[in-house]
């Protein structure tokens, strides 16, 4: 792996529902293959492009609870089994539960906690923003 390509955040393997919207197309619930501070895997197949956007929302599971993690995210690559997306912006909570829900199911939480950065690697808003109204392909 060249050092364009080394991960930023450490991956934890996740096996929780999302759901995706892409610009008149939904998938979901689809399962998610694993988690990192910057982005996710989801399995499926799907038809999108590296660089589209999507809308991502995890709801909590376990509680009866409204909160739902929603974040931006734009198409990384797509393979055979899925595809791997990167977060661009989310509401200040969808952070938090996503820091907390990283935490929660990794193995050694402090190693994951020494890479909350100082401030966000993504746009952080008040709540969820939408999708980019034009979704170009981004490379």
């Known amino acids: 792996m060249n050092d364009n390509q080394k991960r930023k955040f450490t991956r934890i393997n996740l096996h929780r529902k999302v759901n995706l919207q892409f610009q008149g197309k939904g ?3 689809c399962r998610i293959k694993d988690l ?32 739902t993690f929603k974040a931006i995210a734009r198409v990384r ?8 997306i990167e977060f661009t912006s989310m509401g200040f909570n969808s952070y938090m539960y996503l820091q907390t829900t ?36 981004i490379q």
């Open 27 to 29: 998938y979901g619930p």
């Open 36 to 67: 990192s501070l910057g982005g996710m895997y989801v399995l499926g197949n799907f038809a999108m492009n590296a660089g589209e956007f999507c809308s991502v929302a995890i709801p909590q599971c376990g509680t009866p609870s409204d909160l």
């Open 77 to 84: 690559r797509k393979d055979d089994i899925g595809v791997a």
């Open 102 to 137: 990283l935490l929660y199911e990794a193995e050694d939480p402090v190693s994951i906690s020494i890479e909350f950065p100082k401030d966000s690697h993504c746009e952080l808003t008040e709540s969820c923003p939408d999708i980019p109204e034009q979704n170009k392909v």
